[in-house]
């Protein structure tokens, strides 16, 4: 990557549309407007609340995320989105029954004043669900096209300088790449014939990166995961990252078993199951749906843990992942993770890990930390996978031909590294032999 000479400034208004209003978004908007007027704090949200160490340890330098580079402030943000329920901001927030009506009340006319765009939607890719807010008529193509209107539209409507687009939609059915998206110009003949292969969340993301906007994937779809999406990405200067959000579960196993393997612990069997009653689980319920998020998941530790180079500790794990939609729990959903590890000699032990969480809680400041970083590597100049945001994902995109990093800390490290680069910084090694000398 390059250091980019001047970063253009954050100046004027960030408009930061969302492909669906369920949990995450009306969670991540409601929480926006709330910080701004005083009523909670952006908690989770390195953009907000992180500080970055520069120079050495002597120096005492560690400024805000927010004053070393230049991010949008929250009050120039502006917020819209689709989706196929016509519910408004405030209805969709009370729907998802994550944030207390109390607060919600506080805020009310500004959610209210967030109205879906009809949604570009088709039940084979989600079978769980359907609407009445959908467009209809034309092709593939007609439709991206209805997209560029609305983003389009949307930015004059609100006088807006800058757009980040982020799909909070429901997770599609399992697709692998085809033909449909070996280049641009196959994708665009694709659009036109309907090609199946090109589920809604490509076509979010084809009008996105044809606008030349910033696109983010907060499910597991492969969305623009593809070589097509990926080449307009580098065409446009469109910043590019996902695929899922890595809140519960998987951040939790992102945290544990880096530490296992650090310490050359051998783990046998690592068997995670989660009870969650909101319209994702829902959507999950359907076996196709989940199978996409059961590989998202399930990659994590094959990574991490490297039972290529330690088969003998690691080689024959067994990993079982499992989601059971159930209603009573809403959004708080309660995860279990049952590991079997083995330590010297081959001594067995066992760790459980009992995790009571608010989904979307842990979500929203991830979307808006990628929403203002992905705004930021805009303005640097930075088109394409944006690898520095891993930190952020279960499944990070990734150049091809390499592995995609899971780590959390080398994530963390990568991620204010990358800060550092682009101001003209001393990136930090952690080497220090210099304190010694
Ligand atoms: N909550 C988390 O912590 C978390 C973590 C990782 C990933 N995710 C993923 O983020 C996504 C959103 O999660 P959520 O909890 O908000 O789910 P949700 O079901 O509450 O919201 C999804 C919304 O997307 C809408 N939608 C579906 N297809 C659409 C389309 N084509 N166009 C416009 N709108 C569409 C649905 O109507 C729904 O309102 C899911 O795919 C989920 O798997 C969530």
Redesign the pocket.
């Known amino acids: 990557m390059k250091k980019s000479s001047k970063i253009a400034d954050a100046t004027g208004k960030l408009g930061i549309l969302l ?7 009306t969670t991540t908007i409601a929480g926006v407007l709330a910080v701004r007027r005083g009523l909670g704090r952006p908690i989770g949200s390195l953009t907000q609340m992180g500080t970055v160490r520069l120079g050495k340890r002597t120096e005492g330098r560690s400024p805000q995320i927010k004053d070393f580079v230049p991010l949008a402030a929250l009050d120039d943000v502006v917020f819209g989105g ?4 016509e519910d408004n901001c405030y209805e ?1 927030a009370k729907t ?1 029954g994550v944030l207390d009506g109390e607060l919600l009340e506080q805020i009310r006319p500004e959610l209210e004043a967030i109205t879906p765009m009809s ?3 088709d039940r084979r890719y ?1 079978k769980r ?1 359907d ?1 009445p807010n959908v467009k209809t008529g034309g092709s593939k193509r007609v439709l991206a096209e209805a997209l560029r209107d609305d983003i389009r539209r949307f930015k004059e409507q609100h006088q807006l300088d800058r757009l980040v687009l982020i799909w ?4 599609e059915i399992y697709l692998t790449e085809s033909e449909a998206h070996a280049s641009i110009e196959a994708f665009e003949r694709g659009l036109e014939a309907n090609d199946p292969g090109i589920p ?2 490509m076509i979010y993301a084809y009008a996105a990166l044809k606008e030349g906007i910033p696109y983010a994937n ?3 779809n492969l969305s623009a995961d593809v070589p097509a999406l990926l080449q307009l990405a580098q065409q446009t200067g469109s910043p590019v990252a996902g695929k ?2 890595k ?2 579960q998987t951040w939790m196993k992102t945290l544990v078993a880096p530490g296992i393997k650090a310490r050359l612990l051998g783990v046998e069997g690592w068997y995670s199951t989660n009870i969650l009653g ?3 689980g829902e ?2 319920d359907d076996p196709e749906s989940f199978k996409t ?1 059961e590989e998202s998941k399930k990659s994590v530790l094959d990574y991490i843990l490297q039972p290529n180079l330690y088969p003998e500790l690691y080689g024959k794990l067994c990993h079982v992942v499992r989601i059971n939609y159930y209603p009573p729990r809403g959004d708080n959903k309660e995860g279990w993770d049952n590991i079997d590890i083995f330590g010297w000699l081959g001594y067995p032990m066992q760790l459980k890990i009992n995790f009571l969480c608010r ?2 809680i ?2 929203a400041p991830i979307v808006l930390d990628v929403a203002l970083f992905l705004d930021l590597a805009k303005r640097a100049g930075m088109g394409g996978i944006q690898e520095w945001l891993s930190f952020y994902f ?1 499944s990070p995109m990734h150049a091809p031909g390499l592995y995609p990093e899971h780590d959390l800390f080398i994530q963390l490290m990568k991620l204010k590294n990358t800060l550092r680069h682009l101001q003209g910084e001393e990136l930090i090694t952690h080497l220090g032999l210099e304190y010694y000398d």
């Open positions: 492909v669906g209003m369920g949990a995450v978004s689709w989706d196929i329920f969709a998802a949604a570009v939607f989600v669900l609407g909070c939609g429901s997770t809604s969340s907060a499910a597991p899922d959000l809140t519960g909101n319209r994702d959507v999950l998020k989904d979307s842990l979500a279960k």
